[in-house]
């Protein structure tokens, strides 16, 4: 991937009382233009209602590209936005603040670094790039509504056959939250994700590595329907966001775009909680909206399934491999965890199956503790198979590859267990459900 120089001599500004910032810029190499930018907003914070974001309208070449949804607040934050595959020579993008597009408190958007990167047709991470998806915004109580609930934040992607020469490529975004999904604190215990991902585009790739059969988009329940939809910006499919759940229709009916390139691989052996890590801001983002929005017990408490604070939590990530059975015989597991000064261990799902984590790939959950416990009260991890047929089967669990808090006000990853990641493996069975994977050094 090759990098464009800095493209600002100084921080640029744009708000209510107007301003333009327009910049050409020329590039060595033809190829998939990402532009990278660090943005601070005056007078927002995603957390708090009427403040939660402003918007930038970005327009390159003269046209109009997409908007740029600035949820970090008032804090510096790294926004990545794809412009289309350029060639060889001058460009142009300009920046205007979009009050339609803005809270109501939100005053100027400050951007404080902004440069291209030129991905090269040659470049492995040119297929995921050139093949994002381009959302087209929300809208179905306000135009543009994304700019205070359920924001897409970023974007990943997986080869599910193995890699590019499987020539099978899926997208997932994480978003802040998810107005009618799954329950928050059920979600946390199923997925050990704070922010919602969902799936929302996949396709096979012709031999150039563009997408061009068996085009898949999530649609009505969750499933796939087949696309038959445009692309833009010089190949991208075009998907509208529809509903309260993350799904999508592949007709354009809102006026703003959101240009997330898919720049980072889910490893084959890691769960998709573990691109919030590599995307750490996204915790911070969906604890501000769920408190935002009234989802939060105050205080926590460790007996109630109600969502608390996020911190309240310790986040658990494992790898899952099924060594006898099949896919359809794999247990759910829950995860128990013992805390110093506690008789009876805490559990995951609270010992309801509804919450359980199935499947026999690896798996991540968040169980939730007594409000203030630190990391090195953690004493103990085990984690237990909940067989829901008779057929026999053998799981091994490996790790944990995670085991933290989140901490402070921005909710940051906090220090990692002691130990951990750990390459710990437990094998379960019906003869043998349950197995302590990680104690304390």
């Given at each position: 991937?090759g ?23 020329a590039?060595p190499?033809?190829?998939e ?10 007078g ?25 949804i600035?949820?970090?607040g ?6 990545q ?8 020579g001058a460009h ?6 979009s ?7 939100a005053?100027?958007?400050r951007?404080i670094?902004m ?6 047709r ?16 929300r ?17 990943f ?7 590019p020469?499987?020539?099978?490529i899926e997208?997932?975004?994480i ?7 799954v ?5 946390l215990?199923?997925t050990g ?6 799936w929302?585009?996949r ?5 150039a ?5 068996n ?5 009505r ?6 696309f ?5 910006m ?5 998907l509208q ?16 775009a ?5 720049l980072e691989?889910?490893p084959?052996?890691?769960p ?7 995307y ?10 769920l408190m ?15 969502l608390s ?7 658990l ?5 099924l060594t006898?059975?099949d896919?359809k015989?794999?247990p759910?597991i829950?995860?128990l ?6 008789d ?11 919450w359980l984590?199935?499947g026999?790939e690896?798996f ?7 409000p203030?416990?630190p990391?090195e009260?953690v004493?103990?991890?085990?984690v ?19 085991a933290f808090?989140l901490?402070g ?7 990692m ?8 493996k437990?094998v379960?069975s ?12």
């Open positions: 991937m990098k464009g120089k800095e493209l600002l001599e100084r921080p640029a500004v744009v708000g209510r009382g107007g301003g333009v910032y327009r910049h050409r810029f590039v190499d033809a190829g233009a990402i532009l990278n930018m660090r943005i601070a907003a005056a927002t914070h995603w957390g708090k209602a009427g403040q939660e974001a402003g918007t930038l309208r970005v327009e390159f070449e003269g046209n109009y590209s997409q908007h740029l600035v949820y970090g008032e804090q510096e934050t790294l926004y936005r794809f412009l289309g595959d350029i060639g060889v142009e993008v300009m920046f205007t603040f009050p339609e597009g803005s809270a109501q408190g005053q100027w958007i951007t670094s440069s291209v990167d030129i991905i090269e040659d470049d492995p991470i040119y297929i995921p790039a050139s093949n994002s998806p381009l959302l087209q915004g809208a179905e109580k306000e135009s543009y509504e994304m700019r205070k609930s359920d924001v897409p934040m970023r974007a992607f997986r080869y599910p056959k193995g890699g020469t499987g020539r099978e997208f997932f975004y978003y802040s939250h998810l107005d009618k999904a329950d928050p604190a059920q979600r215990s199923q994700c704070l922010a919602p991902i969902e929302s585009f396709g096979s790739l012709d031999s590595g563009h997408v061009a059969k085009l898949a988009f999530q649609g329940n969750h499933a796939p329907h087949g038959a939809g445009t692309f833009d010089r190949g991208h499919p075009v966001s529809v509903g309260f759940e993350g799904m999508f229709h592949d007709k354009r009916v809102t006026p703003y959101i240009g997330i390139p898919a691989m889910l084959e052996d890691r998709e909680a573990w691109m919030q890590n590599v750490p801001e996204t915790y911070r983002t969906a604890a501000w909206e935002r929005e009234g989802k939060v017990e105050k205080p926590g408490n460790p007996a109630s399934k109600a604070d996020p911190h309240d939590y310790l986040f990530h494992f790898g899952r491999h006898q059975g896919g015989n794999a759910p829950e995860v965890v013992s805390i110093r000064g506690q009876k261990p805490f559990s995951s799902t609270f010992g309801d199956n509804r984590n199935a026999s690896a991540a959950t968040a169980c939730k503790l007594p203030g416990t990391v009260a004493t103990q991890i085990a237990r198979a909940v067989p829901q047929r008779r057929d026999p089967f053998q799981v091994e669990v490996s790790g944990p590859q995670a808090f901490t006000p921005a909710y940051q990853i906090g220090p267990a002691p130990g951990v990641p750990a390459e710990s437990v379960l019906r003869e043998t459900p349950q197995a302590t994977i990680w104690k304390a050094v």
